[in-house]
């Protein structure tokens, strides 16, 4: 099964919104990573959170960590049509990538 | 600086027969992954491989094999392939904790 859980399965909002997703996952981890996927093409990193961090920006986006109710969420502030995307958190067990773990994603609908 | 690469793009091929999928990480990683993602799930890890060496290997059948070349670039076979190996294929590399992704290998089984 997977590590990671994203909630909700599908979001819509109008452009301008601000879209949240949440994420959760079951063991311990060394890092938590956002990835974004636009019609099934390659995944897109948006932002590393490490298990020793609460909270992250990157532009228009925000990653909060909170390791002992063992979740995430990504914030995505006034967003754009462009933002339509699957969203997926990924989980690491150690600092090289091994025991990589994908949840089933997010998709987000940002409607003109 | 390119990206990870992956070749091909696209893939059709027939029950029973086998795969050969390829990989060139971004210059200077020494980790390569490999994932499948099946249409509307996440993707699942295959295998990992760092200096030419497995390090780590998801729950798939012995049916896929994968090795990791003097340049680091990598290759990921699967025999015998079935209508549910239809998938896409992704490649990451990575040197530490972020792993990058190639734009993946759309393989078609019919």
């Not at chain 2, 090795?67 to 294929?89: C, H, I, K, M, T």
Request: proline share 4%; charged share 20%; net charge positive.
């Amino acid at each position: 099964s997977q590590q990671g859980e994203e909630d909700p399965q599908a979001l819509s909002i109008q452009e301008g919104e601000n879209a949240t997703m949440n994420c959760s996952y079951k063991t311990s981890i060394n890092n938590l990573q956002w990835y974004r996927q636009n019609s099934g093409r390659g995944l897109v990193h948006l932002i590393l959170i490490r298990s020793n961090e609460r909270e992250k920006h990157s532009g228009r986006l925000r990653v909060t960590l909170d390791t002992s109710k063992k979740s995430s969420s990504l914030l995505i502030t006034a967003s754009r049509a462009a933002d339509t995307a699957s969203y997926f958190c990924a989980t690491g067990t150690d600092n090289y990538g091994q025991n990589f773990v994908f949840g089933p994603g997010t998709r987000l609908s940002v409607l003109p | 600086d390119a990206g990870v690469t992956q070749s091909p793009t696209h893939l059709i091929k027939t029950r029973g027969q086998q795969v050969t999928l390829r990989c060139s990480p971004i210059s200077g990683h020494k980790s390569v992954s490999w994932y499948q993602q099946v249409l509307g799930q996440g993707p699942q890890f295959i295998f990992q491989y760092y200096e030419k060496e497995e390090r780590g290997r998801g729950n798939f059948p012995d049916r896929f094999s994968a090795r990791q070349f003097p340049n680091y670039s990598s290759e990921l076979n699967v025999n015998a392939l079935l209508l549910g190996d239809s998938a896409l294929y992704l490649c990451a590399s990575s040197t530490y904790n972020e792993q990058f992704f190639g734009p993946g290998t759309r393989l078609t089984v019919l």
